[in-house]
Nanobody
Framework: QVQVVESGGGLVQTGGSLRLSCIAS????????MAWFRQAPGKEREGVSC????????YYADSVKGRFTISRDNAKNTLYLEMNSLKPEDTAMYYC?????????????????????WGQGTQVTVSS
């Protein structure tokens, strides 16, 4: 059984930073393409960033490019999202997602439909 668990959310002021973590178990972590999504109240779930199984390929939504950094440590079965220069519009529930069949990473793979396994989410709130 695959389990995906996020952590690291919280309340931060505008301009602040947070680092989210996600641990995936039940499959070989090194075989998984991983991604971060977010969903604000009343809005659709949107892709934030994704990363290939090796970490060599990364893709970011335009809204977070230059502020957020995705990374992974396959030895620790952990995915990270370093978020800097946070804005109130970054406030959302952040979800970690994984898939064991994606072979490439890019704009087309930053869609919820591409990922089989999901965590429960961690809340990020940015105060103005």
């Amino acid at each position: 059984q695959v389990q995906v668990v996020e952590s690291g959310g919280g309340l931060v002021q505008t301009g602040g930073s947070l680092r989210l973590s996600c641990i995936a178990s039940g499959l070989r972590f090194g075989d998984l393409a991983m991604a971060w999504f977010r969903q604000a109240p009343g809005k659709e779930r949107e892709g934030v960033s994704c990363i290939s199984w090796s970490g060599a390929s990364k893709y970011y939504a335009d809204s977070v490019k230059g502020r957020f950094t995705i990374s992974r440590d396959n030895a620790k079965n952990t995915l990270y999202l370093e978020m800097n220069s946070l804005k109130p519009e970054d406030t959302a529930m952040y979800y970690c997602a994984a898939d064991d069949s994606l072979t490439a990473i890019g704009r087309g793979t930053l869609s919820p439909d591409n990922y089989k396994y999901w965590g429960q989410g961690t809340q990020v709130t940015v105060s103005s």
